[in-house]
């Protein structure tokens, strides 16, 4: 039956691990040569594993999730995300680092960001942003380190650390060595307020200097954003909470899950509107609103979820040519034992161009450069009943279009007999229903895909019109025995359009 559709919180598996004893900081020291012995051989298992997706960022082995200070540089997109370089389960934050003239092809660079025994980021180096100050790439992260509880700022099932925010500058023009100033930049939370959390920093500049909203919140009061203002990223004031959200009733031990605390802050203007994402409830929520930049506070007008699926923590910038591209942390949705095993963990989504309408909603698509992956189109034409089309291998893309007389669609992967993923499109009721999620039908542009999937071996992009995403993980899916099923209700009539799609590396490590 179709796969349930989950976001692993990226804190939970803190505590996880330390009881697992699995945690790269608890692994001792002749773990970890047996662990590099027996890495190539980690190594060979990852490149024949037929669940590994083959076109989506991905490190070549161990943990990934949230995407990090997405920059255009001397030429190149960079990319950086957090990542466990020991082991294949959240723990030990770096910030590792990718390369790309195109946003789909990718080299790995060497890890750009590495806890400082001792310093303010001993226990991690958390997730943050890239900017360019007078002339040179300078990134803003969150440090973790172990505290006092006085001092505690992140609450989660472990409550034992203390977050502060950090700045480091590119010392090179491929970004591959930083420097890191010794001492944090903001310290501590705004004095007096009993945070949640205080993490993620998302700076960006106005005419009278720098601004950045840190992710937080408090107790039965709502996550929130805080707002602080700078002339040189390095000597912050605090102002307010840009945005404040409102109490959800909920007593959840992890005030992420219970939306008292606001992560990964995104806040930026596009189509001449401003926007603010946010990650809290295992959800990303997207909203569109009004900025007043005398007074510096957001206001929001519109919302919506950014993506009903496993999908967290995203990251957008700014392209060279003007698009918001934004990118995305595809989380496993699979017992941690299996993940582990496996020997990898996330991916990263497809870059998304962002975009707002006029009447406040936002929009979103893959962006073009994806279409280079493609190989000759397949085209089928569709009537009412059930059509059914194997699948050569599990890299597709997949467009459907309906004729206006059809009332409803469902489209199934079918593996080895069995449906393993569906969805179903009601176009009366204007609702559609993936696994346990549900979500609304925009109205379509003409000509537009009603629905449009990019499928990458256990990973499924799936996108409703312009303004709908749910993001599967679907690991019942097999190479050569999957086919896609479309149900056409009634006198229901369409066409189905297929792309192959090339892997970015021969053996699926990327690069």
Not at 338 to 347: K, L, N, P, R, T
Not at 451 to 457: E, I, M, S
């Amino acid at each position: 039956m179709p796969q349930k559709h989950q976001v692993v919180d990226r804190r939970s598996f803190l505590s996880a691990c330390a009881r697992a004893g699995v945690a790269s900081a608890l692994m001792p020291s002749c773990s970890r040569v047996a662990w590099g012995q027996a890495a190539s051989s980690v190594v060979r298992d990852i490149a024949s594993d037929p669940l590994r997706p083959q076109y989506h960022l991905m490190p070549q082995h161990n943990w990934m999730n949230d995407p990090n200070g997405p920059i255009w540089w001397k030429g190149k997109y960079h990319l950086f995300y957090q990542l466990n370089p020991h082991a294949a389960v959240w723990g030990d934050m770096h910030w590792g680092h990718a390369v790309s003239a195109d946003m789909i092809h990718w080299r790995h660079e060497p890890v750009a960001l590495a806890p400082t025994p001792g310093g303010p980021d001993s226990e991690g180096c958390f997730s943050g942003s890239a900017v360019v100050y007078n002339g040179v790439p300078t990134v803003i992260y969150t440090g973790v380190q172990n505290a006092a509880s006085k001092d505690v700022t992140l609450h989660d099932a472990a409550d034992k650390l203390r977050e502060t925010q950090m700045l480091a500058t590119a010392a090179d023009d491929n970004l591959l060595r930083w420097n890191k100033l010794e001492t944090p930049v903001i310290a501590a939370p705004p004095a007096g307020m009993a945070v949640t959390g205080f993490r993620d920093p998302c700076p960006w500049q106005e005419a009278d200097g720098w601004y950045l909203a840190v992710g937080s919140g408090e107790r039965g009061k709502g996550g929130c954003a805080l707002l602080y203002h700078s002339q040189d990223l390095r000597h912050w004031e605090y102002l307010h909470p840009l945005a404040q959200g409102k109490p959800t009733g909920s007593n959840a031990a992890d005030p992420v899950d219970s939306g008292d605390m606001w992560e990964c802050p995104d806040f930026f203007e596009v189509d001449g509107r401003h926007c603010l994402l946010y990650s809290t409830e295992n959800k990303v929520y997207w909203t569109t609103g009004d900025y007043d930049a005398r007074e510096h506070r957001y206001t929001a007008t519109r919302q919506g979820v950014l993506d009903y699926g496993s999908y967290y923590a995203p990251k957008s910038f700014r392209a060279p040519d003007g698009r918001r591209i934004l990118w995305g942390w595809i989380p496993e949705a699979r017992p941690q034992a299996e993940y582990a095993a496996a020997g990898w963990a996330g991916a990263m989504s497809l870059p998304r161009v962002l975009g707002v309408d006029a009447e406040g909603q936002l929009t979103l698509k893959v962006a073009d450069e994806a279409k280079t992956l493609r190989g000759a189109a397949v085209r089928q034409r569709l009537k009412g009943g059930t059509q059914r089309s194997r699948l050569e291998h599990l890299r597709q893309e997949i467009a459907l279009r309906v004729a206006p007389q059809t009332k409803a669609a469902t489209v199934r992967l079918i593996a080895e007999g069995m449906p393993v993923w569906e969805m179903q499109l009601d176009l009366t009721a204007r609702i559609a229903r993936c696994g346990e999620r549900t979500f609304s039908l925009p109205a379509l542009k003409p000509d537009e895909p009603l629905l449009r999937l990019f499928l990458d071996a256990s990973v499924i992009e799936a996108f409703a019109g312009a303004t709908q995403a749910i993001t599967s993980r679907c690991y019942a899916v097999r190479p050569e025995r999957t086919e896609l099923e479309v149900v056409l209700a009634g006198d229901g009539a369409g066409e189905l359009t297929r792309w192959p799609l090339a892997a970015i590396s021969a053996d699926r490590l990327t690069s």
